[in-house]
T-cell receptor
Framework: DVKVTQSSRYLVKRTGEKVFLECVQD?????MFWYRQDPGLGLRLIYF???????EKGDIPEGYSVSREKKERFSLILESASTNQTSMYLC?????????????FGQGTRLTVV | DQQVKQNSPSLSVQEGRISILNCDYT??????FLWYKKYPAEGPTFLIS?????DKNEDGRFTVFLNKSAKHLSLHIVPSQPGDSAVYFC?????????FGAGTTVTVRA
């Protein structure tokens, strides 16, 4: 059974804190993604990575950075958390390459910034 | 600029009847389309997909129709069941990444 695992289900952080969201997949997928889900806006792509140490900005990268040092792990970093980053964060993986396949999602991290 | 649009935020349907969810897209480079289902506090789960070379794909109670000339796809659920109550997202792909719509919340009434 394929698995994408996010390190936390719920997080509460203070404004200005540095926040790390971790994601691990066990499918040997090249492509990994970070989305955020907000009511009425659907899933919006923050960053994605198509290979180790490779990353590309998605539609809303401001205030975020990412790290992919190993194929199975993709981290999202909020350098200085702000209240407008309160959201549901979803990690996904997809592979291989450009073949038409579905993406698999983790269970999500509900982040609240106070 | 949202390239995938779901214009109906909600849909209420009686158990046993058909649910029809609609999705429009603007990017003519999209060649693969997917539907996901999401329960609260969980990640989205894949339902069904269709390649741009087809106009219909069926999997049990779920059928997806694609009209490329209209840049429109729809998901039919027949018959609708209480467990189908969830948020449904339409997604489209032209390369590595998936672009999602805003979602439609389906409520199946007993």
């Amino acid at each position: 059974d394929v698995k994408v695992t996010q390190s936390s289900r719920y997080l509460v952080k203070r404004t200005g804190e540095k926040v790390f969201l971790e994601c691990v997949q066990d499918m040997d997928h090249e492509n990994m993604f970070w989305y955020r889900q907000d009511p009425g806006l659907g899933l919006r792509l923050i960053y994605f990575s198509y290979d180790v140490k490779m990353k590309e900005k998605g539609d809303i990268p401001e205030g975020y950075s990412v790290s992919r040092e190993k194929k199975e792990r993709f981290s999202l970093i909020l350098e200085s958390a702000s209240t407008n980053q309160t959201s549901m964060y979803l990690c996904a993986s997809r592979g291989p390459g450009l073949l038409n396949t579905e993406a698999f999602f983790g269970q999500g991290t509900r982040l609240t910034v106070v | 600029d949202q390239q995938v649009k779901q214009n109906s935020p909600s849909l209420s349907v009686q158990e046993g009847r058909i649910s029809i969810l609609n999705c429009d897209y603007t990017n003519s480079m999209f060649d693969y389309f997917l539907w996901y289902k999401k329960y609260p506090a969980e990640g989205p789960t894949f339902l069904i997909s269709i390649s741009s070379i087809k106009d219909k794909n069926e999997d049990g109670r779920f059928t997806v129709f694609l009209n490329k000339s209209a840049k429109h796809l729809s998901l039919h659920i027949v018959p609708s069941q209480p467990g189908d109550s969830a948020v449904y997202f339409c997604a489209a792909s032209a390369d590595y990444k998936l672009s999602f719509g805003a979602g439609t919340t389906v409520t199946v009434r007993a």
